[in-house]
Every structure is written in structure tokens, then in C-alpha cells.
């Protein structure tokens, strides 16, 4: 048997680069196969279920999907450098920016890819093609990347709720957003002191694979925002902590605007959607929830715009809220005095009537 692990990704993938980055620091020995169709369809999908990456298989032939759960299994079998941290504020601070990275910051990424095809479609078409048909001649694997390009260039639009109304805030805030994160850099070489947590492997996803790689966003990011570039390269290629988180369960202030953007634009979001799981549940308690459970009004910098709700954000909003309320009253206190004094309480002051659970990949109510 062999003590590799594989990761089933590719380079243009989003998600697949929060993965790597991780295998990458943790040491963990592992090879990339890229995947394919054929290696989706006939490989990934009868050993997970689901017709997404990256996947992990295991020495011992076990798969594992989605990036949070990949990471969550490999912590227990690795624990050396947690990218846990374990004082109570920064390990729900973390949790909290993985969730905002995988499904908020998931909007510019999927904008700027989609939006600029003058300058991105080749280079799409090309990395889409060799990723569906990697031994066709080079000249003609541009051609099998139509079909894919085309699914996810219109698919992201009615998803995430991006139109013309509103690409002009996604690119504002996003830009804004390149600030305060470059900011932070100037002090810290990671969101939360000198060694990557969880929220930094959240990041890297958008941050890599589309908004780092794609050419325009690629020259936007170096040229606002060269801390933040230096560190997608740091992330990219594994480097060992300098340091350790923080001292005393400190949260850096040059975090708070970006929690406070979290909690005015996607925490809106949020509870409506744990508001639609929980009514869709009620109506069979025993079925499993869809991926989207029809549309919603949201807004960005005051315009509205139809969006799908989303039931997985529940289940990683769960995490946090999970780890906030097992708190001891002592380390619980802890919390609520930093919430409080940021006037960040709205982070944790959300009712999930319903939670959910994972079975076979697939969400389902508890």
C-alpha cells in the first residue's frame, strides 16, 4: 500500500488550491492527478458522489471530499503546526474568514474570471481544455474547453447574484478589500500572526486559482496590493511558520474591516439561508436538502440584486457558531468581551433552528 496521498485537482480550480496549500505545509506526501473527466466521471464520482473537486484519496483507498472536511481528517492524522488555533476568539475569528473566503470572497473571483474575457478567455479556454482532454494535440485542446467555460460563465450570474446592476460594488469592495488585506500584511505574514490557520487556507482558494492566476485580476492584485501577491506565493509554496499565531488570543485590528463587511454583507445572507433550510426541512425531516433552495433579495453597497440560497453555508457556518456555544463559561466570557468591545457581537448572535449534517457527502437535517 502506498503511504502517498493523491489529490484529484487542477491548477484553475479554485478549491483545489486551498487543498494543496495545505498538503504542501503540512508536509503531508502526496502527488496531484489532474482531474479529468473521464478521471471525474469514472473514478471520483462512484467513490464520493459528487461530481466536484479536489478529492483526496487516502493510502488506505479512502476519498475525501470538500476542502474543509480534507482538512479537518488530515488535522487529526497530522497535528503537528495546527492550522487550528486553540486560544477561543481567534479560533472562531478563523473559522469565521474560512467561511467568509469559500463563499463570499467567491464573487470577485468568479466576476473577474468571467467578466474580462478579453483578456482571460484564451488563457481560460486553454486551462479548461487541457484540464478535460490533457492528450489531444495542444492546438486543439482550447476547443474542449468551450463546453466547461460557457457552463460556468453563465452558471455564476443567477448563483451568486452578479449582474450589471451591481459588478461595479463587486469590484469596489473587492478592490477595497486588496487594501485592508495588504494592509495587514505590512505587520502580519498571515491573518493571524506568523503561521497559517484555517483562514488562510480559506483565502488561498479565490485568492490563487482565479484572482492571483487569471491575467487581469492577476496585474490588478500586484499592482494594489504587492503584500497580498507576496503572500499567495508564500502560501503557494508551503513555507514553514516563522512564528505562531498572535499572542495572548489577540485579533489584529487590521482584520476588523473585513469582519465588518462580513457581518453587514454575507451575514444578511446567512440568515436567510439558515431561514430556508429550516422550512425546507420541516417539510420532510428525513430528506436530504438540495444544494439551492430557491432565490433571495440581497444587497451590496446598497443595491439589491436575486441570488440562489445557498443550504451548504449553513453547514459551514455551523462550525463557528458550534465552537462559540461548547465554550466554557470562562473562555466563552473571553469571546463575548472581544465581540463586544468591536461591536462584532452580530457574529455569533445568529438562531440555527435547524442544523444539518453531512452523510456520504450530502447534506441532510439532523
Not at 497580498?228 to 499572542?247: L, N, Q
Not at 463587511?261 to 444578511?268: D, I, K, S, V
Not at 433579495?297 to 462550525?319: C, D, F, H, K, P
Amino acid at each position: 500500500m502506498s503511504e502517498q496521498y493523491i489529490q484529484y485537482g487542477a491548477e484553475v480550480s479554485l478549491f483545489s488550491g486551498k487543498t494543496r496549500a495545505y498538503l504542501r505545509y503540512k508536509e503531508i506526501p502526496f502527488t496531484e492527478t489532474l482531474a479529468t473527466a473521464n478521471v471525474v466521471n469514472h473514478l471520483l464520482y462512484p467513490n464520493t458522489g459528487m461530481r466536484m473537486i479536489p478529492v483526496v484519496k487516502t493510502p488506505d483507498g479512502e476519498f475525501l471530499q470538500d476542502t474543509t472536511t480534507i482538512i479537518d481528517t488530515l488535522e487529526k492524522r497530522f497535528p503537528q503546526h495546527s492550522v487550528y488555533p486553540e486560544s477561543p476568539t481567534q479560533k472562531l475569528i478563523a473559522m469565521l474568514l474560512e467561511l467568509y473566503a469559500d463563499e463570499w470572497l467567491l464573487l470577485p473571483a468568479m466576476h473577474y474570471r468571467w467578466h474580462y474575457k478579453r483578456s482571460h478567455l484564451w488563457f481560460i479556454l486553454k486551462e479548461f481544455g487541457a484540464s478535460a482532454m490533457p492528450n489531444w494535440p495542444r492546438a486543439f485542446q482550447p476547443f474542449a474547453g468551450l463546453l466547461p467555460a460557457f457552463y460556468f460563465g453563465k452558471m455564476y450570474k443567477p448563483v451568486l447574484g452578479i449582474s450589471k446592476k451591481n459588478r461595479a460594488a463587486v469590484e469596489h469592495w473587492y478592490e477595497a478589500f486588496l487594501g485592508y488585506f495588504n494592509t495587514h500584511l505590512e505587520k502580519h505574514r498571515y491573518l493571524l500572526g506568523d503561521r497559517p490557520s484555517i483562514a488562510d487556507f480559506g483565502f488561498i482558494g479565490p485568492l490563487y486559482a482565479h484572482l492571483y492566476r487569471d491575467p487581469y485580476s492577476g496585474r490588478l492584485m500586484k499592482k494594489l496590493a504587492p503584500n497580498v501577491a507576496d503572500w499567495v506565493e508564500r502560501m503557494m509554496r508551503g513555507d514553514a511558520p516563522a512564528g505562531d499565531f498572535v499572542a495572548d488570543d489577540q485579533i489584529p485590528e487590521t482584520l476588523l474591516p473585513i469582519l465588518s463587511h462580513m457581518l453587514n454583507t454575507q451575514y444578511p445572507v446567512l440568515r436567510e439561508s439558515v431561514k430556508r433550510v429550516a422550512e425546507k426541512a420541516k417539510e420532510n425531516p428525513e430528506q436530504r436538502l438540495p444544494r439551492f433552495l430557491g432565490k433571495m433579495t440581497y444587497q451590496l453597497s446598497g443595491i439589491e440584486e436575486q441570488r440562489y440560497v445557498n443550504s451548504y453555508a449553513q453547514w459551514m457556518l455551523q462550525r463557528p457558531i458550534h465552537h462559540y456555544q461548547n465554550l466554557q463559561t470562562e473562555k466563552r466570557q473571553q469571546v463575548d468581551n472581544w465581540l463586544a468591545g468591536n461591536a462584532m457581537q452580530g457574529l455569533v448572535d445568529i438562531d440555527i433552528p435547524q442544523w444539518i449534517e453531512k452523510r456520504n457527502n450530502k447534506l441532510y437535517p439532523v
